[in-house]
Each structure stands twice: as C-alpha cells, then as structure tokens.
C-alpha cells in the first residue's frame, strides 16, 4: 500500500540518527569499523583464475609453497622474518583488555607471526609472549617508552588509521580503569581524545626527521614502518618512502577501531580494494616495488582476502576485527549482557562501551575474566594457521610455490569497478576497463 512506502532516503536508520542528535545534541559514536550499508568495490569483486591448460598447478600435499615472509629489508640490519603473511594488527591496551593483548600476543607466536602494541604503549607480558612485537609510535604518546621502543622487533610511526583518517582516538571514561590511568597518565574515569597529528609534524619534511630519530633511537636495528588511514594514498605513500620508512601499512576505509564517530567509519577513506592498487602504483611510479614492503589492512576476513591483497602487490595483512572474532567477539554466550547493551550477537559493534560481553573490548575485571588467555591464544593460532592453509591453497592452485609470487594476471574481474580500480580484466571479457 503506497501510503504505507517508507523513504529510501529517511530510512528508519536515518530517521533514529537524526532524533537521537536532536534529543542529545551528540555525533554517534561506535566501535568495530564501517557496517557498510551501502555498495563499493570489494576483494569479492575478484576472482581466481587457477590453472587448467596454460598454466600448472602445484600438488597440495607433495609440492612446497612457501608463506616466509621478508619485512624491512631497506635499511634496517635485523629486517622482519614471519613464517606467514599474516600479522595482528596494532590494538591499543585500553581498547581492549590485559587478556585480549596477551592471548593475541601468544597466539601470534605460536603461529610464527607477529602482534602490534598500539595506543597506550607495550605491556610487559605481550613482549614476555610475543615471538616478533611491533611498537606503534602514535601521535598521543600515550604509554610511550624508549626502553618498551628498544624492546621491540619493529616500530611503526602512526599517522592515521583507516576507520579514522584525519583525527585522533578515543577512550571513553568507562574504560580508563586504574591500570590505563597509570599507564597513559591520565585522570581516571575521565573520556580521553588523544590527538589527530604528532605535535613535533607540521609535513613531510618533519617526517625525514622523525623517521630518523626512530633510528637512531634504535641504533638502525630494527625496521621502521609508517602506517596511514587510506585517503591520498598515491601521493602519501610516495612521501611515506621518501622519508625513508621500510615498510608502509596502508589501512582502507573498512579498517576496525575501538571507537570513533560513525560517519569517519562510513563516509571517509577509500576502500582497502583501491587502497593496495593506488599504493603499489605509489611503489612502483617511485621505483621503489620490492624494495619498501607495503602490508594492506582494513576488512580482511580471511585467506581469501589476504590472498588478493597479496596478489595485488602487498607483502603481508594486518587483521585487527578478524582476530578479535577470534577471540569471540560477537559469539552467542552472555546473551543477555549483548541485550543490556541495546544489541545482539552479529550486531555488536559496542566496544566503544567498555562494556564487551565476552571480554574483549572491556577493562572490568569480571568481564575481562570471560576471556581466558590460553584458549583465546589457542583459536588466535588456529585462525592464522587456518588463513595461512588457505592462502597456500589458492596460490598452489594458480601453480605458485611462495604466495608471494601472486599476481594480478591470476586474478579477473568480476565488476566494471573491480577491473577499472584493479586493472585487471573482467571476466568474460579481455577488456580492462577505464583503461
Ligand atoms: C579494538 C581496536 C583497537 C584499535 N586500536 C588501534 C591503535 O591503538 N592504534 C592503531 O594504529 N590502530 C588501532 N586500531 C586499528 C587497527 O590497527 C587496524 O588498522 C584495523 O583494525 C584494521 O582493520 P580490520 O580491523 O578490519 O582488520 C584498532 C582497531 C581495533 C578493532
Ligand atoms: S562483542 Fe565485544 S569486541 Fe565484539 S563488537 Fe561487541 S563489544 Fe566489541
């Protein structure tokens, strides 16, 4: 019945945003990363093209193919070596709880991979459970340490992430527990924004400086990374190599956050699918390829999307939302603490709360203890042994013995978009559009 048609425009989504601005006079805010209610071009838009007549395949279980994967070989005299091209992400201890850290910490290494400290700086037991431990270096400083730096297997200079390009973090009150107080400095129970830009970074030119001084903290030991919120990623990843970093890690549009405005989730950034095609051609206009890695975050899920990722041009993964999956997040148990929160199991994205039902995004001691560390470490290793398997099985598929020697020509386009972003030709076709 016509008079019954509800708006496309004023769904009941929109209507409820805009009456619950009216009534609060407050942006909304919200963990987990873009819920993506509207269409863009994804790693779906791509698909395998394995061997059949012009090409050979590898036989699974008799023919090697190897997932070693080289991290830093540009300046740094100890580079990054990792048994597979998955690496956990940088998630601050604040964001999430003492147990998520640890249990992501020791799961990464007993995969033979690498985890990230994050905002709020390096707890002792993820460098005492870490095989391979990355130091962020953010621009609030929080938790910040030249002897935690020291300690670390690589630092990564944060400039932005991708589910909030452009500004800085935040930490509501409820999760400042005494613990993070201490830690970041900070009053307890009192909201905390920490800021959009490094205070010592007015451009690309502070960059040189600051990448140096990282160096020369740690004796040009260790690689030094620069990550960026996808946004110009042409022209940023340029300036990123050109200061001098190892490494560059570029965070797409679907890249998670424990908190940040709902419209920088939705409505800033380009997505992960351009993000590594833009970046590799960043690489590649600069003469630079092969020689600064390049490691693609924001929305990979599984081994087929690291896959295309790598087949792309990227070196490795970062999953932040995967792993926390991992640990549980969004699992049917505590039912009825998803219900207090206003959601559901496979609706949460409340981690902003400090109020996470299965103990991850949280730093009540009595939720943190539904989180036990050995199990949580246990199903980290089986998710990246597992995403591993699966990277290795479409790679040997394609005829490849290391997945690194993926490329865009085993891959076709299965939308006008895809091909356009990615170069590649759609399938059925021999056309690569735009082009
Ligand atoms: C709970 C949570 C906390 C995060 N904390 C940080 C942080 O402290 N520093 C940072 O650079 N990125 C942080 N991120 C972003 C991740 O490092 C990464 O860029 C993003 O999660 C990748 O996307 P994915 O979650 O879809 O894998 C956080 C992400 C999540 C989910
Ligand atoms: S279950 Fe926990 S970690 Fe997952 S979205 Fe909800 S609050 Fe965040």
């Known amino acids: 019945m016509a008079h019954l048609q509800q708006s496309a425009i004023f769904t009941p989504g929109v209507v409820e945003s805009i009456q619950h601005k009216a009534q609060t006079g407050l ?64 998630m601050s201890w604040g964001a999430l709880s003492y147990n998520a850290k640890v249990a992501l910490a020791k799961g990464a290494a007993a995969a033979g991979s690498s985890n990230t400290t994050g905002d709020g700086g390096m707890l002792q037991a993820e460098r005492e459970n870490s095989r391979t431990l990355i130091y962020e270096v953010l621009p609030s400083r929080y938790g910040i340490n030249i002897h935690h730096m020291r300690m670390a297997d690589a630092i990564e200079l944060t400039i932005g992430q991708g589910a909030k390009p452009g500004t800085g973090g935040l930490l509501l009150g409820s999760k400042v527990s005494n613990r993070i107080a201490e830690q970041r400095d900070l009053p307890i129970g009192v909201d905390q924004r920490s800021p959009a830009r490094h205070p010592d970074m007015l451009g690309p030119d502070d960059m040189i400086i600051k990448v140096e001084e990282l160096r020369e903290a740690t004796d040009w030991q260790v690689p030094i990374f620069i990550k960026i919120g996808a946004s110009r990623v042409f022209d940023d990843v340029k300036l990123a190599a050109k200061a001098g970093a190892d490494v560059i890690v570029v965070d797409g549009m679907e890249g998670g956050t424990g908190a940040s405005p709902s419209i920088f989730q939705e409505h800033t950034g380009i997505p992960t699918l351009g993000a590594v095609c833009e970046a590799r051609l960043a690489l590649e206009d600069c003469g630079l390829y092969g020689e600064v890695q390049l490691i693609i975050a924001g929305g990979i899920r599984d081994g087929v999307d690291a896959a295309k990722a790598i087949a792309l041009g990227a070196d490795a993964v970062y999953i932040g939302t995967a792993a926390l999956i991992g640990l549980n997040c969004n699992k049917p148990l505590y039912l009825e603490d998803y219900e207090a929160l206003g959601t559901a199991p496979y609706a949460c994205h409340h981690c902003h709360t400090g109020r996470c039902p299965v103990g991850i995004t949280t730093q009540d001691p009595e939720l943190m203890q539904r989180l036990d560390i050995d199990a949580g470490a246990e199903r980290i290793q089986n998710l990246l042994h597992a995403m591993t398997l699966e990277i290795q099985m479409l790679a040997r598929s394609c005829g490849k013995s290391d997945v690194h020697h993926l490329e865009p020509e085993d891959m076709a386009a299965l939308t006008m978009e895809a091909s356009a972003i990615c170069g590649i030709p759609l399938a059925g076709t021999r056309k690569v559009f735009g082009r």
């Open 27 to 90: 942006y909304e805010m919200r963990g987990f990363g873009t819920l993506r209610q509207r269409r863009w071009a994804t790693f779906d838009d791509l698909t395998f093209l394995p061997c059949s007549l012009t090409r050979i395949p590898l036989e699974g279980y008799r023919e090697k193919c190897s997932t070693k994967t080289l991290l830093g070989t540009r300046y740094a005299k100890k580079p990054i070596e990792l048994d597979i091209p998955v690496m956990i992400t940088g």
